[in-house]
């Protein structure tokens, strides 16, 4: 009986059977395949191109009963015949374990193989096939997850159609006989190879442990991997299944890269950023918090909000919580105190939160100190104040002469109509300088890098140019860039012409120097003069009343100070050696350069 067209695949047979069993397959009416190795076999199995193997034992890429093995997992029922170049009783024991149909030497009759072959192709199911294996078998070609089996050295065995997909493989003879380390990552295997001796030595199940592996195509991906022991074919195996989180751990990092990216946007703002909850317990705060009340996020964490303000201020707070749950937003100014007891007025802004997943409402909010706002709406008071008792001098002072001038009580008519004038060009001079501070103190300008020695040489060349009977010296100009804000040559100007404008000499000198002292760069200002009255040094004192007993009679200090001031400096007046006064210009360097 013959099997026309049947097609059987030679793999490495051994010599002498292989060119006689060739010979007698095709005589026999046999489609014979030779196969150069067991993955080429395979990817003929998977495609259902064979009827029959024949296969020697050692093959270029593993051995015959590995091969039988993975065969045997989707294809039980193919025949499959091992023919042996002096095989031993282990191999032959481990062949029939595994479902050969046939284990024959290299020396056998071709005829007695094509009687196995037949026999194995009219077989309705083997006799190791069972109702188990089927379920079994089944259940891991339909998984969608992937699902790999591997023997105790960690080669492949066979894996579905998911594990294909997940390492970008195109068929299961690329994997099996492969050992499944190649596809994890190198610091990963490690772990890989304990897991494994958990499964195949101590007979444990392990995982789901994270790996990372590396696909086909190079492609990286993070998967979960649960293994079991296994019992197939009379060998202990592995099964390993793959779940693919790759997608989920990208999604994981965006939202820790998001939620990253909120803390460090609220940490870089200046203002206090803050969540408590109905009962005034905080939750959540940024780091201007904690560097503004100057205590650490453990304690923060333990503390009631009402505690970082005065006791006058604390029903204040509570009313604004309550308004701001009521009535979704409320704004309220108190005084925040801190840990050393340093107070300071603050602006909160809040509102209502109703968050996914809690009951209650929250309360968010900004609070900005308004230190400096307040400061300046006391300053320009204080400015409209001494403004309004100077120009009612100024005025009584044009109003008297004209009254002299008028009832001819004036001595000297020209004198007198010069003294009007110098007054009027006075008040003139007063509105351009308060038009100047109040600017600088609604808008103040951002400082810039600012050369002071440059700066100096430009500046008293111009001046020289433009009082040429002044002495004006540059003693000192240590190269030094300072951060101030752009009115500070005007401020060094002022200086210069204050002390020509009040000098007592025919021939004033006026000294200027830059002196690097450091941190800080300073401008010096000295004048042989007559010394900068104390009723104009009380001018920059806004923390006194102004009346008509003690005023300045110049806005010119006052705009020299508030340039340093709000450059971050500070001014200073003392007396010097030539009996007039040294002004002092301190101000931050300028870290970039």
Known sequence: MSDPGARIALIAVPEPLDGRLRSALREAGFDVRI?????????????????????????????????????????PALPFLLAADGGSELTANEAIAAGVNGYVPASVDPKAVLVRLRNSLHREEPWFVDEHQRRYRHLIEIAPVPINLFDDTGESIWCNDAALDLLGLDSRNELVGRSIFEFIHPDDQDLARSELEDVIDRKESVGPTHMRLRRADGEMRHVQVSTAVGRFLGADIGQAVVIDVTLLREIQQALRNERQFVEEALDA?????????????????????????????AELASMDVTALFSEHDTPRILESIATTLDEGADTVEATLVTKGGRRRPYEFRSRRLDSEGTDDPQVVGIGRDISQQKERKRQ???????????????VNIIRGTAENIRQGRADDVDESVRRIERTADHLLEQADRERQIVEILTRPPDPVPVDLADLIDRRVADLRERYPSVDIEVTRTDPVVV????????????????????????????????VDDGDRGLVRVADDGPGIPTIERNALRFDREIDQLHHGSGLGLLFVY???????????????????????LSLPTDAGG
């Open 483 to 514: 951060s101030a804000i752009p009115d500070i040559a005007s401020a060094v100007d002022e200086l210069v012409e204050n002390a020509i404008a009040y000098t007592d000499s025919e021939a004033p000198t006026i000294w200027v120097a830059t």
């Open 269 to 297: 703002l200046q203002d206090v950023f803050y969540v408590v909850d109905t009962n005034g317990i905080l939750l959540r705060w940024n780091e201007a918090a904690t560097e503004t009340t100057g205590y650490d996020d």
């Open 380 to 394: 320009l008071k204080a400015l409209e104040q001494w403004l309004r008792h100077n120009i009612r001098n100024e």
């Open 562 to 584: 508030w340039v340093t001031r709000l450059s971050g400096g500070d001014v200073t007046i003392s007396e010097n050696d030539a009996g007039g006064s040294t002004v002092t």
């Open 35 to 75: 196969v150069d190795s067991a993955g080429d076999c395979l990817h003929l199995v998977s495609a259902g191109e064979l009827d029959g193997v024949v296969s020697g034992y050692d093959l270029p890429d593993l051995d015959g009963v590995r091969l039988l093995r993975s065969i045997r997992v989707s294809h």
